[in-house]
Every structure is written in structure tokens, then in C-alpha cells.
């Protein structure tokens, strides 16, 4: 009895290997072309003032701790914006990435709803924000506002391509029963994205912490007013400590996260 042949390894065709090198070689090229763009021949300049440089570090690894209860205060703040944000971006985007599905909705109602999608992924969360900061004033309400618009157009899309990747076994079955398109979507498209809509929300939520803290330098609550007050102040030790702070809650919002998504997935 002969052994069967061994199949020969596959192999790419030679178009598939010259797009390829087209792309990467055109990558590398544009990071060729883009280093005096950047100025990254101006590195040298991190050395060239070493005494200031040590004078900051040294200022940085002594943080003061001395109003730990307002940066505590202003970083729990700063987590609900993120949390309530997240909240409302997530009630948007349920419907905006059903109604974003081809395979759920009509293309004369996917076509609008992507541009919407695009128009809120497109605009930065700091401008949305110094938008609500003119219309409503400073506080916390333009940074919740801000950060559901911008990361509800986010989930959107993400749970658009969710529902474009299901099994349409399931969605049939219930079709097969008579049920109409709101039970198919209910009894067939739901329960197939929802663990992996919870962790896009989730992760969004772990996001929008850091993204918050960055909202309080326009006026809009949080840690970031206080940071952005220290920094002005040229007091580096208590923006050290706002740092150890930001850092320690953002790496408990993690762990919770984390801890969330192997119980729902």
C-alpha cells in the first residue's frame, strides 16, 4: 500500500504578491517621506535641556498628596461622566445599529443612518464638548453630552457589523413560525449580539474615563479641571498625584470590566 501524496503547501499567486508588496511598500515610504513632516529629526531636543528635564521629572516622582480628597472627589466625578455618557450612548446606538444593518434594514434607511454614524465618529469629543460647554455652560453636563454623542456614533457602527455577522439560521427559525420582523429581531438578532455588544460597551466605558479626564481641560467637569488649574500653576507635584490617582481608577474600572465580561461572554 502506498503512502498518499502530500499535498503541496499552498502558495499565492504572483498578483496577490505584488499588491502586497504595493501596500507595505508604500507604507513604508509614506513613514520615510512623513519623518520631517513630523519632525522626528528634531529628537535630539529632549536632551538638549536635560537640567529642565530633571528639574520636571524630579518635581513629578514626589507627588503631594496634601488635597487627595479633591482629587478623589473630582476623579469620582469624573467616572460618573463616563458611566451616564456611556449609559445614553448606548440606548442611541441599539437602534442607529440596527437601522445601520444590511441585513436588518432597508438600504434606503442604512444610507442615512451611516451618515449620521460618520458625522458623530468624525467630530473630536472636545469639540462636541466646547459646543455644550457655550450652549448649557461649565460642568459635568457638557461632558456626559459630549461623550454620548461621540461614542454613541462609535457603538453604532460596531454593533452595526455585529449584526451583519450573525448566523441567519436562528433569524429563519423564527421567521419559519410566522413571527414578524420585530420578533425576528428580537428572538433572533439579539440574542446572538448581545454579549459581544456588552463588551463594546464596556471597553467604550473604559474609554470614556480617560476621555472625561481629558473634557475637564475645556470647562466640562472632573479631574481634568483640576489637572488642567495645576498644570497652569506650574505645580508639578500635585499633577503627579492627579496622575497616581487618574491611573488607580482607571486600572479599577479595568479590572471590573474585565471581571464583567467573563460572567456575560
Known amino acids: ?6 499535498p503541496r503547501p499552498p502558495s499565492r499567486s504572483l498578483g496577490a504578491r505584488l ?5 507595505w511598500g508604500g507604507v513604508a515610504v509614506l513613514l520615510l517621506y512623513s519623518i520631517d513632516d513630523v519632525n522626528l529629526g528634531d529628537l ?4 538638549s535641556n536635560a537640567e529642565n528635564t530633571r528639574m520636571f521629572a524630579g518635581e513629578l516622582l514626589r507627588p503631594d498628596f496634601t488635597d487627595w480628597r479633591l482629587f478623589v472627589e473630582k476623579m469620582w466625578e469624573t467616572v460618573q461622566i463616563a458611566l451616564w455618557g456611556t449609559f445614553i450612548a ?8 440596527l437601522a445601520a444593518a444590511r441585513n436588518v434594514a ?11 454614524m460618520n458625522m458623530l465618529r468624525s467630530i473630536p469629543d472636545l469639540v462636541i464638548g466646547l459646543l455644550f460647554v457655550v450652549a448649557v455652560g461649565l460642568g459635568p453636563l457638557p461632558g456626559v453630552l459630549a461623550i454620548a454623542l461621540n461614542t454613541a456614533g462609535v457603538l453604532a457602527k460596531l454593533f452595526s457589523e455585529a449584526v451583519e455577522s450573525i448566523d441567519k439560521g436562528p433569524v429563519e427559525g423564527v421567521r419559519a413560525t410566522g413571527a414578524s420582523s420585530l420578533h425576528e429581531i428580537v428572538w433572533g438578532v439579539i440574542p446572538q449580539v448581545a454579549p459581544l455588544w456588552t463588551s463594546f460597551a464596556l471597553y467604550r466605558f473604559e474609554s470614556n474615563s480617560r476621555s472625561a479626564t481629558v473634557l475637564g481641560l475645556i470647562g466640562a467637569g472632573g479631574i481634568g479641571q483640576v489637572l488642567f488649574d495645576r498644570m497652569n500653576a506650574f505645580d508639578f507635584r500635585d499633577v503627579s498625584a492627579i496622575v497616581v490617582v487618574v491611573v488607580i481608577a482607571v486600572t479599577l474600572i479595568d479590572m471590573l470590566s474585565q471581571a464583567m465580561r467573563k460572567r456575560l461572554l
Open 1 to 6: 500500500m502506498t503512502d498518499s501524496a502530500i
Open 44 to 47: 535630539s531636543r529632549l536632551f
Open 106 to 116: 432597508p438600504v434606503w434607511v442604512v444610507t442615512p443612518v451611516r451618515w449620521v
Open 19 to 23: 499588491l502586497d508588496l504595493l501596500i
Open 90 to 97: 448606548v440606548f442611541a446606538a441599539v437602534p442607529m445599529g
